[in-house]
């Protein structure tokens, strides 16, 4: 089978020239800019002699009784202000806002309704903001394929307090899917968003390369949380980008557990002062997954925060990579920036790799980056097994304590519940084994 990836993408209405130009310019980036080898540092330490995009094709729209059965599945939240539900990259369900958010200007769209209802929104913001992190080629892609989406802005001064939830799902095998998401919040705006990427079972091979985009006005607060559990047959790019105005709050919590192959590129650029912005992260790998992280903070404004925090919870021959750097501007004085990576090895076949780095022009600033990598502690299992816990109980038991300091970020008690599920589901089976 052959590729038709560089093919341009299938659109259902005629499309504007500035969107059609950026699918365009996407598609020659894909196409011109070479894959990525061993050579290259933003690549370091990950497996590129693995990577393939070879053989996989756009996804075809699946049937009706398929896309009923995956919306039925769509349940993580179960209150919220909409709610999307893709599968191949196609809309199964999208429920709209109420009335009352409509009334005050609340925009939550898919993409193509959003480009035909809303130009000059979307001419501004999508598809505007790229990656830096090495990735570039599968952002191309990306620009001149995603149709499956969601769009969400939110006025001056709007408080939505339940969330928004958007699911993205694969079902064809070697299906290639592209999910975008873009949330634009304005001057003190408040708005949560949850992304959750699933895998209908554990045989179709998938490609996924999905972006999101946040853009957040002065004073704004934005809280996105994403939930990524693909099969073991899905290789996946992540591509995020968060722009934070002056005063702007915004935190991002994200829980990776399933793909063969995922790679997380998140690039947080602060413009105002006293924006304030946090990163966590969670993830779970076993066998022989491999789950790749790129971070970049960059500092462009004085007095403001920056805080990112990665837990790695490595089984198997599973690998990790996290590499970040923190970038503090010539003018961003008074920064506090900090970057945090904790590896949990549960295997001596397991592999840890960590690169936290700074680069700092400015003198008056608060900035540190640190990495750990450690077995089980073996005084606290100890400790445990004299209690008459069982040894892989007391396993088990140290590992969800590492997890909890992500999984209660997620500020949701149902939400945190469904994770700890999803989590226990996939540990399980290794940690009672019996020793």
């Known amino acids: 089978m052959t590729t038709t990836l560089e093919q341009p993408a299938q659109t259902t209405s005629q499309e504007p020239a500035w969107l059609a130009e950026r699918r365009a310019s996407g598609l020659e980036q894909f196409k011109n800019l070479p894959m990525p080898t061993a050579k290259d540092e933003k690549w370091r330490f990950a497996s590129v002699g693995r990577l393939s995009i070879d053989n996989y094709n756009p996804a075809e729209a699946p049937g009706i009784d398929k896309l009923s059965v995956l919306d039925k599945r769509s349940s ?45 929104l979307m001419e501004k913001y999508f598809l505007k903001e790229s990656t830096e992190l090495g990735s570039k080629k599968f952002f191309g892609l990306h620009a001149a394929s995603t149709r499956a989406g969601a769009i969400l802005y939110v006025p001056k001064g709007v408080t939505i307090e339940a969330p928004f939830v958007n699911y993205y799902w694969t079902s064809g095998d070697r299906s290639a899917v592209f999910p975008h998401t873009l949330i634009v919040a304005e001057d003190n705006a408040y708005v949560s968003v949850v992304d959750v990427f699933f895998s209908e079972g554990d045989q179709n091979e998938a490609l996924n390369v999905a972006v999101a985009n ?3 006005g002065a004073g704004a607060n934005v809280f996105r949380k994403v939930v990524q559990d693909w099969n073991d047959k899905t290789v996946s790019f992540q591509l995020d980008t968060t722009v934070a105005e002056r005063d702007a709050q915004v935190k991002n919590v994200a829980v990776n557990i399933g793909a063969e192959r995922a790679r997380y590129e998140a690039q947080t650029r602060i413009e105002g002062p006293g ?9 779970v790998a076993e066998e022989n997954q491999e789950f790749d992280q ?5 500092h462009n404004a004085p007095n403001a925060v920056s805080d990112l925090l990665y837990k790695n919870a490595l089984l198997d021959s599973s690998r990790t990579i996290f590499s970040g750097l923190i970038k503090v501007a010539e003018g961003a004085q008074q920064t506090d920036a900090y970057q945090t990576n904790r590896n949990l090895l549960l295997d001596p076949s397991a592999d840890a790799n960590s690169m936290p780095g700074l680069e700092i022009l400015a003198n008056d600033v608060k900035c540190s980056h640190g990495a750990t990598s450690g077995n ?35 500020a949701s008690d149902e939400l945190a519940e469904n994770l700890r599920a999803l989590i226990h589901k996939k540990f399980d089976a290794k940690l009672s084994q019996p020793t």
Do not use: C, N, W
């Open 214 to 216: 946040i853009h957040a």
């Open 275 to 283: 924006a304030d912005v946090k990163m966590y992260s969670l993830t």
């Open 376 to 410: 089980v502690d073996e005084e606290e299992l100890f400790y445990m097994m004299s209690r008459g816990i069982p040894k892989r109980a007391a396993m088990q038991l140290m590992v969800f304590g590492f997890f909890e300091e992500v999984i209660e970020k997620v």
């Open 294 to 298: 790129r971070t970049y903070q960059i």
């Open 76 to 120: 993580l939240v179960s209150e919220r202000a909409g709610r999307s539900v893709y599968v191949d990259d196609t809309q199964a369900a999208f429920e709209g806002i109420s009335e009352e958010l409509a009334a005050k200007g609340v925009i939550y769209l898919p993409i193509d309704e959003a480009v035909e209802k809303h130009p000059g």
